[in-house]
């Protein structure tokens, strides 16, 4: 049954269906479940534009952090404090993150 759960998840690997999944699951697949969460918080960095898009990210990256990818939360904030052009907004979101 949990091969079946991680197929879901592999097809439509968004947070909120990441964060709703069994604990059971995400002990399992740790590695998987964080490659996915990662995956999923860089899609909405490709999306997010304000403040509030900003924020709802690195409260992603945090969530992130305690599925234990925290070595990948400090690489996407690396690129994202990298775009071109600068965005101010994102770099002070950004700076609020405490590994």
Known sequence: MWREYIDFLRKD?????????PEELKKLFADEIVKLYASAINRHFQQAYGREAYREGVALLRKLIKYGGTKEAEQIVAEQKSRRPPRPALIDELSKLNY
């Not at 690997?13 to 999944?21: L, Q, R, V, Y």
């Open 13 to 21: 690997p968004s947070t909120s269906n990441i964060d709703e999944a």
